[in-house]
């Protein structure tokens, strides 16, 4: 059963340790916001569209006059966008030259469970040998939980030096987003920055005449922070603390920076026409949370119009003043810039931010336009309406803190990630309730299905609960409900805690789908 979310709200919430970078930062506003590229197939013969990845070391001039060598998909953070159609399937390549074992996961995707990324379903660097684990798991960037990345695991599904992913991407028009989910190092592994954007288009989209073209932004938002070389610094996560009664690891609640990027850019600018822009947000941040507001000059808020979610369009516009982003989170916002004066400046803030986590970027407004945009009030006509008579199963899980293997971590109905374990089995076509509750802040992700949220706290969901989501932010102490249909694929799949430090310190469970 679930413990009431008054006694869990009592606990004191577990609050994350924010690195500071040891390098100057640059002022806000002044680093143009770049916009990732486009990646262009390598065939489209046959129906398919293929693509071919290298993940390699490189290095990037994220601060200014500042080298900060990274992880990354084809040299670049955040890796090539990739643009594709509902309904026409893309084969990706990965090939491995980093120094780790590697998984891609295409977050929000409808995957066939080969495909999906399973967190020992590893690509093998070309250079790298099965008894070189130690030198993987020690370095400052390493992690302590201590698995191997499921190495040694001898039920781990075969590993290969490149590895061919399927996406069908029968799916509605959304922003989805690839990165690394390696079994243990999925968090140290995505800061330094394996992630990318996916974005799938359809028809019905196309239709509807939102602002489009370069009134269209993907703003990847993540933190990090900056070592005195000019490399990412992360913690190395120290067992020994967690494994000691009564010592939390500070690490434990998750790792922030002190530095927020938008699309790889510290605190960037862009110029805008005085014009509707459609903003494709996604919080891709490791632990960090963001309530997000754009303050023009003299302290007035604009309109943030959602016009969709995690998993596409909603039935009809909401709007906000303020939205709250978990990690992982996507929202598809539209903005009118139209009343701002020539030459006037809107900030995107941060209202959970304190400092310099308080700014997120600004658009600067240079020019009136015509524009033919427009936001029509019914946006789509056909998202799933399940209803908790539909459901044949509710089932329970608690998200909170607990013992792991390697210590304090985190676990889900009380038990941390096995690999070996079916946690959840689910009938294909089955419509499930899922009651969950937090200690602290979790954002709970499924893979494979959209979801919708039921209730927050017993009460109606929020204004940003809306449409069909594929990660619900929990709040500290709050019981929330969600309502899905397993339908697509069969076979293993994964629900987890977003916040990637949580999902590395066993904040994960298997969901098998039959
Ligand atoms: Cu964004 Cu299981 O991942
Ligand atoms: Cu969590």
């Not at 030198?135 to 990345?149: F, N, R």
């Not at 419509?431 to 494979?448: C, Q, S, T």
């Amino acid at each position: 059963g679930l413990t009431s979310a008054a006694a869990l709200a009592r606990r004191p919430a577990i609050t994350g340790a924010e690195l500071r970078s040891a390098v100057p930062l640059p002022p806000p506003f002044q680093v143009p916001l770049p916009l990732p590229a486009v990646l262009k197939p390598v065939s489209t013969s046959g129906g398919v569209d293929r693509y071919e990845i290298t993940q390699r070391e490189a290095v990037a001039e994220i601060l200014p006059g500042v080298r900060t060598p990274l992880w990354t998909y084809e040299g670049t953070f955040p890796g090539p966008a990739i643009e594709s159609r509902r309904g026409r399937p893309v084969t990706v390549t990965h090939r491995n030259e980093l120094p780790v074992p590697t998984v891609v996961h295409l977050h929000g995707g409808r995957t066939p469970a080969a495909s999906d990324g399973y967190p020992t379903d590893l690509v093998l660097p070309g250079h790298w040998h099965g008894d070189a684990v130690g030198d993987v798991t020690s370095g400052a960037m390493g992690h302590d939980t201590g698995h191997g990345g499921g190495m040694h695991d001898p039920r781990a599904a075969v590993t290969r030096l490149t590895r061919d992913y399927t996406f069908p991407l029968d799916q509605r028009a959304t922003l989805l987003w690839y990165h690394d989910h390696r079994m243990d190092f999925t968090a140290p592994a995505i800061w330094r920055g394996l992630a990318g954007l996916h974005l799938v288009r359809d028809d019905a989209e196309d239709a509807l005449g939102l602002p489009a073209g370069p009134r269209e932004l993907p703003l990847m938002i993540a933190d990090r922070a900056f070592d005195a070389d000019g490399g990412l610094a992360y913690p190395a996560l120290d067992p020994t603390l967690r494994q000691r009664p009564g010592v939390r690891e500070p690490y434990l609640a998750g790792v922030l920076g002190d530095v927020i990027l938008v699309n790889g850019a510290p605190w960037p600018v862009h110029e805008v026409d005085a014009a509707r822009y459609r903003l494709r947000l996604l919080n891709a941040s490791n632990a960090r949370h963001y309530e997000l507001e754009a303050v023009a000059d003299g302290g007035r808020r604009l309109d943030l119009v959602q016009i969709g979610s995690d998993q596409g369009l909603l039935a009809a516009p909401v709007t906000h003043r303020l939205l709250p982003m978990a990690p992982a989170e996507r929202y598809d916002v539209v903005i009118d810039f139209s009343g701002v004066p020539i030459g006037g400046r809107v900030r995107i803030v941060n209202r959970l931010g304190s400092g310099r986590t308080r700014d997120v970027m600004a658009f600067r407004v240079a020019r009136r336009a015509p524009d033919g945009s427009r936001v029509p009030g019914t946006l789509c006509a056909d998202l799933p309406a399940w209803r908790r008579s539909d459901a044949v199963r509710v089932r329970d899980f608690s998200f909170r803190a607990g013992r792991t293997h390697a210590g304090h971590g985190w676990v889900i109905g009380g038990l941390p990630f096995d690999p070996a374990r079916a946690d959840v089995t689910a009938r294909l076509g089955d419509v499930e309730v899922w009651r969950l509750i937090a200690d602290v802040h979790h954002p709970v992700h499924l893979h494979l299905v959209g979801f919708q949220v039921l209730s927050r706290g017993g009460r109606p969901p929020l204004p940003h609960d809306a449409g069909l989501k594929d990660t619900i932010a929990l709040r500290p102490g709050e019981a929330a409900e969600i309502i899905t249909r397993f339908d697509g694929y069969r076979g293993r799949y994964l629900f987890h805690c977003h916040n990637a430090e949580h999902e590395d310190m066993g904040m994960m469970a298997n969901l098998e789908i039959i």
